[in-house]
């Protein structure tokens, strides 16, 4: 079975940092394409970020580019997604998906068969 759980989520004043972290289990990140999403109030969730372990390409929303990576220890099957220089604006609840049929990685939330149940990261001014 697939299972994809977040952890690291806080409150922080902006301009500081976050490390999500999302343990998965059911599958290796080293064959699939994992995205990071967000969705905040009243919002569509949106993709943040994604990386293809077996094609290699990557997307990252403009919004985070320059402030957030992407990294995975895969000996505990665990991948990062370091915030820095958080903003308000990045208040909303994180996601990370898992899509086990392509090759490649999408920013389409319905690209992705798994989820995670979310962590929440909050950014004051």
């Known amino acids: 079975e697939v299972q994809l759980v977040e952890s690291g989520g806080g409150s922080v004043q902006a301009g500081g940092s976050l490390r999500l972290s999302c343990a998965a289990s059911g599958f290796t990140f080293d064959n699939a394409a994992i995205g990071w999403f967000r969705q905040a109030p009243g919002k569509e969730r949106q993709a943040v970020l994604c990386?293809?372990?077996?094609?290699?390409?990557?997307y990252y929303v403009d919004s985070v580019k320059g402030r957030f990576t992407v990294s995975s220890d895969n000996a505990k099957n665990t991948m990062y997604l370091q915030m820095n220089t958080l903003k308000p604006e990045d208040t909303a609840s994180y996601y990370c998906?898992?899509?086990?049929?392509?090759?490649?990685?999408?920013?389409?939330?319905?690209?992705?068969?798994?989820w995670g149940p979310g962590t929440q990261v909050t950014v004051s001014s």
């Open positions: 998906a898992v899509d086990l049929v392509n090759d490649w990685c999408s920013p389409l939330v319905s690209m992705y068969e798994h």
């Open positions: 990386i293809s372990s077996t094609d290699g390409n990557q």
